[in-house]
């Protein structure tokens, strides 16, 4: 299976596939491994400030498009 087609297959679960992140950003900036570079990524990716942040632009998006959000 080449990228593009693990790609198409998330999407069509209804995963955002646009944003990849992969150990080279972090190896071609710090001197690590790929195992440390997955392990930067996994906390940074994963982090509380990371995730809050998303989701609060995730809303200011949508109220920007006029989207009614759904009361639970």
Known sequence: MT???AKDFLRSLGFYTECLWTTYD???TY???EEEALSILDK???SED??????ETIGSVASH????K???
């Open 3 to 5: 990228i593009q087609e």
């Open 26 to 28: 972090v190896t071609s």
């Open 31 to 33: 001197e690590c491994t």
């Open 44 to 46: 940074a990716c994963n």
């Open 50 to 55: 990371v995730t809050e942040r998303i989701f």
């Open 65 to 68: 498009m006029g989207l009614k």
């Open 70 to 72: 759904i009361e639970e």
